[in-house]
């Protein structure tokens, strides 16, 4: 246990971009109080494990990482244990890791600050307090953006999937108002952010009275000086009419929609209780193509659910083949404790799970090669994000998230340029410069 006051802080992030937003936002607030980001972060004075519980065993990782932070001369940093598994694991993490001084859940890091000190007067600090969004209002001002941003708008999870942690973790669903947003939107794009990507566990979830993602997008779209606007993580049944449009008219709005399936048979998703059906998702796929016929589809799949069987499996692989994906995570199905499907019978084999997601990894990987070989021979724009490794060459993101690498003199971050994209692999695409376009 530390008793000073550390001068000096690093966060290390697991997990969602959820998780990168709340650690810069941790940062904001440390530095705000004078600390600063430590150059060498093996020798921070504090440290914040921003953590994330949602597959394997996260918390077991937590602690290991714990017991590394110890220096050479057996002291170790102020620690902060933050995130899901703070929130999940509670003052179980400082009995079983005593170097442990602070245990700070999800909603509550807005008071960070005042938890340090409560540590260098030589306390322990747990909070894992749940209410919502009184951090939004203490948090201060954003001052430092990237030309590609993140904007928390929505937190937390009703829906209850049988598997998912994040309901117990991240609590009820709840909306940031709309005026507050709009607000923190111009004051990102007054710093110099050019693409927003609005955040949150349900995106599309987001109301505010009447208003729902849809009409926060089209505000959002007169903000002069913004130029691309994107949103996840969504949930089916919060795909509304009115979003789905926003994609026909916003232009500013950009063809990618990340819509997690999870798994494409009927029974499955029952017992997963995603209260969507394989027939509805794919009836929602067909509205956002009849107005988009280019959108980038991405998702998330879950394999070995417990009792699933070869034949249900196979419509995960099929579902795959109708939705065609531009991208999309797969992970073998992790039992988290707390959860029903976690007591539920027939757990899979794990060699089973390991076999399931070789084939559906395999089957998304020539998907995305074969979307990225189309984009070939195409003129498209390109928001460049940050340096490459090679000399001159800039990285940055097509209008359907894929990473374009260019070799060009005289451009900077935050450019937006039009290019030709010349060749293409399963992760990136090279782009030749055509001109610059109007930022
Ligand atoms: N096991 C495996 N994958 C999970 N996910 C959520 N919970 C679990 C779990 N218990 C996956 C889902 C979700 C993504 C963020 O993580 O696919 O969409
Ligand atoms: Fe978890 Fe389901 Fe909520 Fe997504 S919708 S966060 S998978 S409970």
């Given at each position: 246990?530390?008793?000073?006051?550390?001068?000096?802080?690093?966060?290390?992030?697991?997990?969602c971009?959820?998780?990168?937003?709340?650690?810069?936002?941790?940062?904001?607030?440390?530095?705000?109080?004078?600390?600063?980001?430590?150059?060498?972060?093996?020798?921070?004075?504090?440290?914040?494990?921003?953590?994330?519980?949602?597959?394997?065993k996260?918390?077991?990782?937590?602690?290991?990482?714990?017991?590394r932070?110890?220096?050479?001369?057996?002291?170790?940093?102020?620690?902060?244990?933050?995130?899901?598994?703070?929130?999940?694991?509670?003052?179980?993490?400082?009995?079983?890791a005593?170097?442990?001084?602070?245990?700070?859940?999800?909603?509550?890091?807005?008071?960070?600050?005042?938890?340090?000190?409560?540590?260098?007067?030589?306390?322990?600090?747990?909070?894992?307090?749940?209410?919502?969004?009184?951090?939004?209002d203490?948090?201060?001002?954003?001052?430092?953006?990237?030309?590609?941003?993140?904007?928390?708008?929505?937190?937390?999870c009703?829906?209850?999937?049988?598997?998912?942690?994040?309901?117990?973790?991240?609590?009820?669903?709840?909306?940031?108002?709309?005026?507050?947003?709009?607000?923190?939107?111009?004051?990102?794009?007054?710093?110099?952010?050019?693409?927003?990507?609005?955040?949150?566990?349900?995106?599309?979830?987001?109301?505010?009275g009447?208003q729902?993602?849809?009409?926060?997008?089209?505000?959002?779209?007169?903000?002069?000086?913004?130029?691309?606007?994107?949103?996840?993580?969504?949930?089916?049944?919060?795909?509304?009419?009115?979003?789905i449009?926003?994609?026909?008219?916003?232009?500013?709005?950009?063809?990618?929609?990340?819509?997690?399936?999870?798994?494409?048979?009927?029974?499955?998703?029952?017992?997963?209780?995603?209260?969507?059906?394989?027939?509805?998702?794919?009836?929602?796929?067909?509205?956002?193509?009849a107005?988009?016929?280019?959108?980038?589809?991405?998702?998330?799949?879950?394999?070995?659910?417990?009792?699933?069987?070869?034949?249900?499996?196979?419509?995960?692989?099929s579902?795959?083949?109708?939705?065609?994906?531009?991208?999309?995570?797969?992970?073998?199905?992790?039992?988290?404790?707390?959860?029903?499907?976690?007591?539920?019978?027939?757990q899979?084999?794990?060699?089973?799970?390991?076999?399931?997601?070789?084939?559906?990894?395999?089957?998304?990987?020539?998907?995305?090669t074969?979307?990225?070989?189309?984009?070939?021979?195409?003129?498209?724009?390109?928001?460049?994000?940050?340096?490459?490794?090679?000399?001159?060459?800039?990285?940055?993101?097509?209008?359907?998230?894929?990473?374009?690498?260019?070799?060009?003199?005289?451009?900077?971050?935050?450019?937006i340029?039009?290019?030709?994209?010349?060749?293409?692999g399963?992760?990136?695409?090279?782009?030749?410069?055509?001109?610059?376009?109007?930022?």
């Amino acid at each position: 246990m530390s008793s000073e006051s550390p001068k000096t802080f690093t966060i290390k992030n697991y997990g969602c971009q959820m998780n990168v937003y709340d650690g810069d936002r941790m940062a904001e607030l440390l530095s705000a109080q004078g600390m600063s980001a430590a150059a060498d972060k093996a020798n921070a004075d504090l440290v914040v494990l921003n953590t994330c519980h949602i597959r394997e065993k996260a918390a077991e990782k937590v602690y290991s990482e714990i017991g590394r932070l110890r220096r050479r001369d057996g002291s170790s940093p102020m620690i902060a244990v933050a995130g899901c598994v703070a929130q999940a694991e509670g003052s179980e993490i400082s009995r079983r890791a005593r170097e442990v001084d602070i245990v700070v859940g999800p909603q509550a890091y807005h008071k960070l600050p005042e938890m340090v000190a409560s540590v260098a007067r030589g306390e322990n600090v747990v909070d894992l307090d749940l209410p919502g969004l009184d951090k939004f209002d203490v948090l201060p001002k954003r001052r430092k953006t990237g030309a590609a941003t993140f904007l928390t708008v929505q937190e937390g999870c009703d829906k209850f999937c049988t598997y998912c942690v994040v309901p117990y973790t991240r609590g009820a669903e709840i909306s940031r108002g709309f005026a507050e947003l709009i607000d923190e939107a111009k004051a990102l794009v007054d710093e110099g952010a050019k693409e927003i990507t609005l955040l949150g566990q349900n995106v599309n979830a987001w109301r505010d009275g009447e208003q729902d993602l849809g009409t926060l997008i089209r505000a959002l779209d007169q903000i002069d000086g913004l130029a691309r606007i994107r949103y996840m993580t969504s949930h089916p049944n919060d795909m509304t009419d009115g979003l789905i449009a926003a994609h026909a008219e916003v232009e500013k709005l950009m063809p990618y929609l990340h819509l997690p399936v999870q798994a494409g048979n009927d029974r499955i998703l029952k017992a997963m209780n995603r209260s969507h059906s394989r027939d509805s998702y794919l009836r929602i796929l067909d509205k956002v193509r009849a107005v988009r016929p280019d959108i980038a589809l991405s998702g998330d799949f879950i394999v070995g659910f417990p009792g699933e069987t070869d034949a249900e499996f196979e419509d995960t692989l099929s579902i795959v083949r109708e939705a065609r994906y531009a991208h999309a995570f797969s992970f073998k199905y992790s039992p988290r404790p707390g959860t029903p499907a976690a007591t539920m019978d027939e757990q899979v084999a794990p060699e089973v799970a390991d076999e399931r997601l070789q084939r559906l990894q395999a089957l998304i990987n020539e998907q995305q090669t074969a979307f990225n070989r189309d984009t070939v021979g195409k003129r498209t724009s390109v928001l460049l994000e940050k340096p490459g490794k090679l000399d001159g060459q800039l990285i940055g993101r097509s209008p359907w998230l894929q990473s374009v690498h260019i070799l060009a003199q005289g451009l900077s971050i935050g450019d937006i340029v039009e290019v030709d994209i010349v060749d293409a692999g399963p992760l990136s695409l090279k782009g030749e410069i055509t001109m610059r376009a109007a930022a």
